[in-house]
């Protein structure tokens, strides 16, 4: 039996209780360098715990094609995680409230070009779903010196529709 998902469209108020959208919408804060430059400010809750610091990594991932087989859902539970595409191109992203230490049901956003999401601390989540080539990310994580992953492999699977 396969249980199936209908993609939303990615918006920081749907998005709000996993994480935070990063994009460049709205009114710049500020405009930087003599005028040239409008800076959207602090758009993530950057949480590295403790005894973590921040770390950037690139990561470089298969893109997938719809409708998608959901198998397995992860979270970080001592630091958050930001994706931020090194592209143009949309990418799925996969999350779910914690329901008693499993994941609960799961929720499909679609970003839009140019958009990166930032997951707050312990939120289960899809891996990397770039839906086109290049599957290219800057990711900032927490570097420290436990595991830091939790991993729920989903059995039947949720198949996520567009």
Known sequence: MTRNITIEPLSASSFAPFGD???ASGT???MINAGLCARHH???NLDFGPDGRAGISIFNAEPRALPYSLTLMERHPDGSQAFL???DAAFLVIVAADDNGQPGTPRAFLTTPHQGINLHRGIWHGVLTPLKSP???AVVDRIGGTANLEEV???PPYL???
């Open 28 to 30: 710049p804060d500020k």
């Open 42 to 44: 602090d758009r993530a």
């Open 135 to 137: 599957g290219i990310f």
């Open 85 to 87: 595409p090194m592209s």
């Open 21 to 23: 959208v990063l994009d």
């Open 160 to 162: 996520i529709n567009a």
């Open 153 to 155: 492999h989903l059995d």
